[in-house]
Every structure is written in C-alpha cells, then in structure tokens.
C-alpha cells in the first residue's frame, strides 16, 4: 500500500510500516518543510494514502473540498514514538481508501472523496435552507461559517477559535452574529425540525424531553443560578436548558431547545432587562410547562411520534401527563419513588408488593457495554378512567447489580401494547443523554460566551443544526456503506 507520512510523523513508524511491506514516503526526507496544501496535492498525485496527525488537513479535504485519496488522521498523544508505531501495526489490519479498521479500536480517519463529496453537498443543502431567513449577505454567511466552525476539529468552539476557522481576526462579527444581527432564532428553529423531518424521518421514533446544564462563572449569563445541574451531578452556578429530542434507530438530535429562568431571576428586573430577556419571559415557567410548549410546537409541525417520555421532572408533573393523555399521545414517564397510587399507596409500596414471577428480564437498548438489560414489571390501573381502547400501567425497572435500586415509571398507551415494546421506549430517553454528550463534544453546545438571552438561543440553535448535519451524514454514509467510527465511543467528526 502506498502511503505519504507527514513529517510529523514519527521515524519509527515509518520503519515499521516499511519493514511491514508498505511502500512509504516520508516527508522528512523528501520535502521537508513543505505547506499543507502542497503535501495534500503531492499524496494525491501518487494515489497514496497521508498518515498525520495534523487536523488541518480535514479542513482541506473536508470544507475547502481539496482532493485526496484518503487521510489518516493519528490520535496517539501522549505515548512514545515507538509504542505508537507498534499500537498503529498491532490492531490495524486493514488499511483502504481513507477507511481502518482495528481488533480493539478503529483509528480516526478521514474517508473516502465519495463521502467528503456528499458531506459538501449536505452542507450546501443546509446553506440553502438558511439563506431566507438572514437578509443581509454578511450574516448570512457568517452563520454557515459559524457552523462550519461547529463542525470543525478545533479544540474549543468559543468566538475567537470559531474567528479563526473562518479566517477572521477577531471574533467581533461571530459575536454581532448572536448579539445584535437580524435575523430570528426560532424561525431557524423551524426549519431545522422540516430538516429533520425530511432526513430522518421514523415512524417508531419517540420524543424525548430532558435537560442539560451549562456551568457558567458569574451572575451576568441569562438564567444563571445555583441549581442542580445533572451535568456535574450537584447543584452549581449554571444555566439550565430543557430540550426537545427525537430519537428513532439512527440516534437523537435535537428539535427544540428553552432557556429555564430561575425564579432569583423574576425577583431582580433590572438583572433581566440587562440580559435582555424578554418581558414575557421575565418570569419562571415550570420546565413541565417548557416541555408542553415544545412538544405543541413539534406537533404543529407535523412531527410525529410513537411515545414521549422523559424523567420525574417531566412525569411526576399531572398537567402534562393529562395534556398527553387528551391527545391520545402514548407515554412512558418516569415518576418519583412517593408518587401517589391512589389515595392511598405510594409506587414504591405497590412495587414492593408485586411477587417475584412478575418480574422479566428484558433489555431496554444498546449501550456503550451491550444491551442494557434490568427486570421489569407492570401493573394495570384500572381504577383510572381511560379513553376506550387505552389504558394506564405502573412500570418497574430494578438493576441487576442493585436489586434495591429501582426506577419508577407511568405507562399511558393503547390497550394492547406489550411489556417489550414499554421497555424500548422507555430505554430511548437514554438516547437524548448520548445526544447531549455528542453536542458538547463535537460542535460545541456547552462552548458559547455569549450572556444575553438572545445570544444563548441563537447558538443553541446553530449547535443544533450542526449536530443534526452530523447525523444526517451519518445515516447518508451507513446507507452507501460502512465508514469510519470508533467502537469506544459515539463520536462522529466530519
């Protein structure tokens, strides 16, 4: 195989890969100090692969759609020279047109020119989607230059380095971008979830509502508080952002996002007219309440689903649940250990009644580990009134490890649903937590400076669609065939 090591790369590896049988050029000796883009075109010309660890070269191939017959990008840091050279020999076997893979881990790397091609062109599709709703030309092109620095491999995605990616020296028009430039949030909003919809699709798919936190310094960030934040697994100086999330087969993204106003915020006005809040949500809603609103959007827009659920936030909140259950909207909420069972019992004591034979055991999912799997049991609610045709269950999930750790959960469903079908919709809210993980790690959700109300929606939103691109690609190259990923984790970079 022909391969063209960057100087970067260390001479071990190179030795290694020769003495393997593999005809490989090295920089170092051959061209040293040459520019990127010089390397770049000299690994095409001779049909060879380029092993380096500089992520600048992604950015050629990827955004400025140079060619290439494929990259290699190395994440080894931190190891010596030449036990890098052997990991790289000892669990990569194959070696072919952009693509490894590994006995333990796939490495990174860049794929094939057919996959960049069709990432540029899905990136062309969602600069035509947003064009209309930015009227001048500068923030039109600013906001896809934003989320081509979402989508980037730099470390961090604050203003200066999302600036920087774009070529701008300073990140003053990225901060005119989420400050003061026209153009409405919400209406971007919009068409993401028509994106989504067009792209990804699914009749199984449910609707997830969670939160997530932003831990912040400082008093000045809209919405900012002491607050538990399960980010961080305490309560901390953040903001608190609910989210809408759709998740069927392919994965979660987002649709739609609320910035949670805590009530020390409705008691100040002038700390609120200093974030710019708006004067109608200058006071608390309740995040059941946050959830309802998006979840009526959502069915506004046509989005369909097959169950929503969410934690006791959400299910321990009876407006929502009897919202829900008027729609004839199928659920599966999570409820507190004390949630009423009648005038009488609490879920926990009902649960603690139920004989041994009822429990199953069943898997809720894949996890990072395999399938998850607890046992499960249910109970009908037949004191509660129901549409005909439907009824209300009490759901147990109890961990194998921890028999006395249990998870309490009301079901609200047609009739003949089975306990199978329950536990997989119930295991998808797990999905929104790895949407969360993916967001912060990839396009930078948890990366803005930005402490006005408005500059928080704006780059949530953007955030969003980046995420949602990267999973519309995703699903665009599992169709055609198999591509690069790591088996270690979910992430996914263009």
Same mark, same amino acid.
């Given at each position: 195989?022909?391969?063209?090591?960057?100087?970067?790369?260390?001479?071990?590896?190179?030795?290694?890969?020769? =003495?393997?049988?593999?005809?490989?050029?090295?920089?170092?000796?051959?061209?040293?100090?040459?520019?990127?883009?010089?390397?770049?075109?000299?690994?095409?010309?001779?049909?060879? &692969?380029?092993?380096?660890?500089?992520?600048?070269?992604?950015?050629?191939?990827?955004?400025?759609?140079?060619?290439?017959?494929?990259?290699?990008?190395?994440?080894?840091?931190g190891l010596p020279w030449a036990e890098r050279?052997?990991?790289?020999?000892?669990?990569?076997?194959?070696?072919?047109?952009?693509?490894?893979?590994?006995?333990?881990?796939?490495?990174?790397?860049?794929?094939?020119?057919?996959?960049?091609?069709?990432?540029?062109?899905?990136?062309?599709?969602?600069?035509?989607?947003?064009?209309?709703?930015?009227?001048?030309?500068?923030?039109?092109?600013?906001?896809?230059?934003?989320?081509?620095?979402?989508?980037?491999t730099t470390e961090r995605k604050n203003g200066?380095? &999302?600036?920087?990616?774009?070529?701008?020296?300073?990140?003053?028009?990225?901060?005119?971008?989420?400050?003061?430039?026209?153009?409405?949030?919400?209406?971007?909003?919009?068409?993401?979830?028509?994106?989504?919809?067009?792209?990804?699709?699914?009749?199984?798919?449910?609707?997830?509502?969670?939160?997530?936190?932003?831990?912040?310094?400082?008093?000045?960030?809209?919405?900012?508080?002491?607050?538990?934040?399960?980010?961080?697994?305490?309560?901390?100086?953040?903001?608190?952002?609910?989210?809408?999330?759709?998740?069927?087969?392919?994965?979660?993204?987002?649709?739609?996002?609320?910035?949670?106003?805590?009530?020390?915020w409705e008691k100040d006005p002038e700390r609120? =007219?200093?974030?710019?809040?708006?004067?109608?949500?200058?006071?608390?809603?309740?995040?059941?309440?946050?959830?309802?609103?998006?979840?009526?959007?959502?069915?506004?827009?046509?989005?369909?689903?097959?169950?929503?659920?969410?934690?006791?936030?959400?299910?321990?909140?009876?407006?929502?649940?009897?919202?829900?259950?008027?729609?004839?909207?199928?659920?599966?909420?999570?409820?507190?250990?004390?949630?009423?069972?009648? &005038?009488?019992?609490?879920?926990?004591?009902?649960?603690?009644?139920?004989?041994?034979?009822?429990?199953?055991?069943?898997?809720?999912?894949?996890?990072?580990?395999?399938?998850?799997?607890?046992?499960?049991?249910?109970?009908?609610?037949?004191?509660?009134?129901?549409?005909?045709?439907?009824?209300?269950?009490?759901?147990?999930?109890?961990?194998?490890?921890?028999?006395?750790?249990?998870?309490?959960?009301?079901?609200?469903?047609?009739?003949?649903?089975?306990?199978?079908?329950?536990?997989?919709?119930?295991?998808?809210?797990?999905?929104?937590?790895?949407?969360?993980?993916?967001?912060?790690?990839?396009?930078?959700?948890?990366?803005?400076?930005?402490?006005?109300?408005?500059?928080?929606?704006?780059?949530?939103? &953007?955030?969003?669609?980046?995420?949602?691109?990267?999973?519309?690609? =995703?699903?665009?190259?599992?169709?055609?065939?198999?591509?690069?990923?790591?088996?270690?984790?979910?992430?996914?970079?263009?």
């Open positions: 195989m022909k391969i063209l090591a960057d100087e970067n790369v260390a001479r071990p590896i190179v030795d290694l890969l020769r =003495k393997e049988g593999h005809e490989v050029e090295y920089i170092f000796d051959s061209a040293r100090g040459s520019v990127d883009i010089d390397i770049l075109e000299r690994a095409h010309r001779a049909g060879a &692969l380029l092993l380096t660890d500089d992520k600048d070269f992604g950015e050629l191939v990827v955004y400025h759609r140079h060619q290439s017959s494929g990259v290699i990008l190395m994440r080894l840091e050279a052997e990991i790289i020999l000892s669990r990569t076997y194959v070696i072919k047109w952009g693509r490894t893979k590994s006995k333990e881990e796939e490495m990174e790397v860049f794929p094939s020119i057919e996959d960049l091609r069709m990432w540029a062109d899905r990136l062309e599709e969602v600069q035509k989607r947003l064009a209309p709703y930015f009227e001048r030309a500068e923030p039109r092109q600013r906001a896809m230059a934003y989320i081509r620095g979402l989508l980037s200066w380095q &999302l600036a920087e990616v774009a070529g701008e020296a300073t990140p003053d028009g990225m901060q005119r971008l989420l400050n003061t430039a026209k153009w409405d949030a919400n209406q971007v909003r919009d068409d993401l979830q028509k994106y989504i919809l067009t792209h990804l699709a699914d009749p199984e798919a449910v609707l997830v509502v969670d939160e997530t936190g932003f831990v912040k310094k400082g008093t000045k960030s809209a919405g900012v508080a002491a607050q538990y934040s399960g980010t961080v697994g305490k309560i901390a100086n953040s903001q608190i952002g609910v989210f809408l999330a759709y998740a069927n087969r392919y994965g979660a993204v987002l649709l739609d996002r609320e910035l949670y106003l805590h009530a020390d609120c =007219k200093e974030a710019e809040i708006p004067e109608e949500r200058r006071t608390t809603i309740p995040k059941p309440m946050l959830a309802r609103q998006m979840l009526e959007r959502a069915f506004a827009h046509g989005i369909k689903t097959t169950w929503v659920t969410g934690d006791t936030v959400y299910g321990g909140d009876t407006k929502l649940r009897m919202w829900l259950e008027e729609l004839l909207q199928s659920y599966v909420l999570a409820v507190p250990k004390n949630q009423r069972i009648g &005038l009488s019992h609490r879920a926990d004591e009902v649960v603690a009644s139920w004989p041994a034979q009822r429990w199953q055991r069943l898997s809720a999912g894949e996890g990072s580990q395999g399938p998850r799997f607890y046992d499960w049991a249910w109970q009908e609610l037949s004191f509660r009134w129901t549409e005909p045709g439907w009824k209300q269950w009490l759901l147990a999930r109890r961990s194998l490890s921890d028999p006395t750790e249990i998870a309490y959960y009301f079901v609200f469903a047609p009739e003949t649903v089975t306990l199978e079908q329950v536990v997989r919709a119930a295991g998808s809210r797990w999905q929104v937590e790895e949407a969360f993980e993916l967001a912060k790690q990839q396009v930078g959700l948890d990366e803005y400076e930005v402490r006005h109300w408005q500059g928080w929606y704006r780059h949530i939103t &953007l955030a969003m669609f980046a995420l949602a691109f990267l999973t519309v690609v =995703k699903v665009a190259g599992q169709k055609r065939g198999p591509f690069f990923r790591s088996t270690k984790s979910s992430n996914f970079s263009p």
